[in-house]
């Protein structure tokens, strides 16, 4: 039987399956438009986890990668604190002060054109609830690393999210999330 080297070039460097590759220098911001004008930022750079090609050469990723919910900082004290102690319920038990990103499926990313834009799908598990997720992403080489660039939307309701609320104002329903962060060996 002959071994086969599967390749999946998600950037500028070949990814050979089974190698890893580990998250680091994350930003990670969910823009949260008001009902009334105007919309906020919640920030953080607590983005963790691992992504292995998969041997069978699909773009299905292997790993996850997790944001740590108890970190989003809106930049108003009060705010954070309705944020996760309300609407997250960071501290209600497992699967609420972490959200995760997992099954991760790259389209549009080839050997002749390994660097670019393309689109992923994936589960997120958000609120102690799993639902698909799909979205664009980027991928650029940066020195021995890959830099990659990901946005997507999340329906609050699919996780049976209060909508949040305060002194009649509120966020929409549909909240945007954008994620950059390297990855490397």
């Known amino acids: 039987m002959k071994s086969t080297l599967i ?30 004008g105007g919309s906020f930022e919640a920030k953080t750079t607590a983005l963790s986890g691992s992504l292995t090609a998969n041997v069978g050469g699909s773009g299905v990723l292997d790993g996850s ?5 108890r970190t989003l900082d809106t930049g108003i004290t009060l705010r954070n604190e309705h944020l996760r102690e309300k609407y997250l319920e960071v501290d209600k038990g497992q699967g609420f002060a972490m959200a995760t990103l997992s099954e991760v499926d790259l389209k549009g990313f080839s050997v002749e054109a390994p660097e670019g834009k393309g689109s992923f799908s994936g ?3 958000l609120h102690g609830v799993r639902q698909a997720v799909s979205g664009a992403v980027e991928v650029r080489q940066a020195g021995a690393a890959l830099r990659v660039k990901a946005s997507f939307p999340v329906l609050l309701s699919a996780y049976s999210i209060a909508k949040p609320r305060y002194l009649g104002v509120g966020v929409k329903d549909i909240v945007q999330v954008e994620v950059a962060f390297a990855i490397s060996r």
């Open 7 to 36: 390749v999946l070039s998600i950037a500028g460097a070949a990814v050979v399956a089974g190698h890893t590759w580990s998250v680091e220098q994350a930003d990670v911001r969910v823009t949260c438009p008001m009902t009334i």
């Open 65 to 69: 990668l997790t944001v740590d919910l």
């Open 123 to 125: 589960s997120l598990t």
